[in-house]
């Protein structure tokens, strides 16, 4: 059985290939990286998992359930996606947003006892308890994304999915967010992210997946898919792999 | 941290639902016996002509319409407002009401002469919302793209096609109907049957429970699709749904009261501020303050220059106009 499971995926923006035949399958909850050049097809492949790109060949399953089979609220239960676009100007609270991941769990005009206690967990697990009140338009970047996480948190579906959410965030903002990560897959999440940061998807994912052009060219250890030549080969500029004495691995490139 | 989070969402949903229910009746109380020429109060308790009549056969259904009418404007403006994630989104910024007004000036001007014929009125003034309705979900399904600025700018193409087809249709009618086609464009509370109430409460009572019922979803879709679908939301499936309740909304009252703006731009931005933004306690405040606040302004368009009437689509203008622009000037 697998939390995952991606069997000949492939997707088309009108006669435009964007993913061509992915497959791949999660058997236990890990940190995946998801990375590749501009266009690669991260984000589709992202949308496709989450259910946001009706029309594709090819196969996901979630728990071995194929997707298609699966209601929208259904598929939410399963996987919690965070996009890539960024929401601005909602006239929310920290906590109205926070409970927004609570929307699949019930059909209620109003939140139940139980989505309540998630909304007290997820504030807890992303230290979000001081901004609660605060309106969610009037927070930093590094802020606003974390108040997302913490909704994608709340729904608690075994699969998160996250579009760049570091995108905007400083090191230390990038860091508690990968801290973070590698808690909710200790309490045994799965976490697929799209990142440009490659030397943080060396240090801290388990699994790394190299998109390029529509196709996985690698599936495996951040060791073993990060080589230089590799990197090089996807991104077209010279890569420096690095490691110290206490086994750290530094990516760098330029 | 003071309130216990949250805890506050159901009683502040119950009171916003009472106390602008409160507000209506009180309205509904009030406007019918304010008036240019005034009502002898005590022939009114004694229930003797005339002026019992004038209260129970003009002014009492003329505020019932306003209520009804400013209902159906208010929670409809507010509904598009998250549809369309725009504060400046409303059914006459979408053109839905020039539509609906395009639609039932053919209807008028092609029926014969009896006075108003109603239901064809209202069947070409739903056909007209539903068409711009129908764009409206094509554009925002076809462009990937698709911009709620590009719908505005589309409102204004449509607002002013409607309005040239209208002028045309004028000019080519004759002297009676040119008049009932002017009187019916300039937007008023007149006092209806009681019959033409009951088909308009059973029409739009329905549509209030629908949308009322989805208020949290209208809360998530407000954050975008992409947040929304992620949340379990069917998008495509509400949105449409949404758009065809407003239209149905403002498409029924615009065949009777004829145009009447601002009113669902300026209500749910008043409230907004009053009670949030969230839709559990905004709709109902809406569904009740609109109504009281287009009764309110019907009763000063009927008494500010009596004996003379104001039709009350200029008074929600010379309000709504100024407010519109101080609105753009926010952003």
Request: hydrophobic share 40%; charged share 30%; proline share 14%.
């Given at each position: 059985m697998s939390i995952l499971r991606l069997e000949g995926l492939s997707c088309a923006y009108g006669s435009t290939p964007?993913?061509?035949s992915v497959t791949a399958a999660v058997e236990h909850p890990e940190l995946v990286a998801l990375i590749g050049p501009n266009g690669a097809g991260k984000s589709t492949l992202i949308n496709v998992i989450s259910g946001?790109?009706?029309?594709?060949q090819g196969s996901c399953l979630l728990h071995d359930v194929d997707i298609r089979r699966m209601s929208r609220r259904q598929l939410c239960l399963q996987a919690a996606h965070v996009p890539q676009q960024r929401i601005d100007?909602?006239?929310?609270s920290v906590e109205e947003v926070v409970l927004t991941g609570r929307t699949p769990h019930g059909r209620g005009l109003y939140e139940s006892g139980e989505d309540l206690a998630a909304l007290e967990t997820a504030l807890d697990l992303t230290r979000l308890g001081p901004l609660r009140k605060r309106r969610f338009s009037s927070l930093s970047g590094g802020e606003q994304q974390r108040v997302l996480v913490a909704a994608a948190v709340a729904q608690a579906s075994p699969i998160l999915l996250l579009d760049e959410?570091?995108?905007?965030?400083d090191p230390e903002n990038q860091t508690e967010l990968w801290d973070l990560l590698a808690m909710l897959r200790d309490q045994g999440r799965l976490i697929v992210i799209v990142t440009h940061h490659l030397h943080l998807a060396t240090r801290r994912s388990d699994r790394v997946w190299v998109l390029n052009e529509g196709r996985l060219m690698a599936d495996a250890s951040p060791g073993g898919a990060l080589g230089p030549e590799q990197l090089e080969a996807v991104f077209h500029v010279p890569f420096h792999r690095y490691t110290n004495e206490q086994g750290r691995v530094f990516l760098n490139y330029g | 941290m003071g309130e216990p989070l949250y805890a506050g969402l159901r009683s502040r949903a119950f009171w916003a639902l009472i106390v602008f229910a409160a507000i209506a009746l009180a309205a509904l109380a009030v406007c019918p016996l304010v008036g240019g020429s005034g009502l002898d109060y005590q022939k009114l308790v004694r229930r003797e002509r005339p002026d019992w009549n004038i209260f129970l056969q003009l002014r009492l259904p003329r505020a019932l319409l306003a209520l009804l009418t400013g209902s159906a404007l208010a929670v409809s403006g507010t509904l598009f407002q998250a549809l369309l994630r725009?504060?400046?989104?409303?059914p006459s910024n979408l053109g839905v009401s020039a539509a609906a007004s395009l639609g039932a000036v053919i209807a008028i001007s092609t029926?014969?002469?009896?006075?108003?014929?109603f239901p064809l009125v209202w069947l070409f003034a739903l056909v007209g919302a539903g068409l711009v309705i129908v764009l409206v979900v094509l554009l925002a399904q076809t462009t990937r793209r698709f911009s709620t600025f590009t719908l505005l700018l589309t409102g204004i193409a449509i607002n002013g096609i409607c309005l040239a087809a209208v002028l045309l249709l004028n000019s080519l009618a004759g002297i009676t109907k040119s008049f009932q086609i002017t009187h019916w464009l300039m937007g008023g509370i007149e006092a209806v049957e009681y019959s033409t109430l009951l088909v308009l409460l059973v029409v739009s009572a329905p549509v209030f429970v629908w949308i009322l019922l989805r208020a949290r979803t209208w809360n998530v879709l407000s954050y975008g699709d992409a947040w929304a679908e992620g949340r379990g939301v069917d998008t495509r499936r509400l949105s449409i749904g949404g758009f065809i309740a407003g239209a149905v909304l403002t498409g029924t009252m615009t065949a009777v009261t004829g145009p009447i703006a601002f009113v669902g731009l300026i209500v749910p931005h008043l409230l907004r501020r009053l009670v949030g933004a969230d839709h559990r306690v905004l709709l109902p405040a809406a569904l009740f303050g609109g109504g009281a606040f287009l009764a309110v302004c019907d009763t000063i368009s009927r008494s500010v220059l009596a004996p003379v009437e104001i039709p009350v689509g200029v008074t929600t203008a010379l309000l709504g106009g100024p407010f519109f622009v101080w609105l753009l000037w926010k952003r």
């Open positions: 964007v993913l061509r946001r790109m009706p029309e594709y100007d909602i006239p929310f959410p570091g995108a905007h965030l | 725009d504060a400046l989104a409303t029926a014969g002469d009896r006075e108003r014929p």
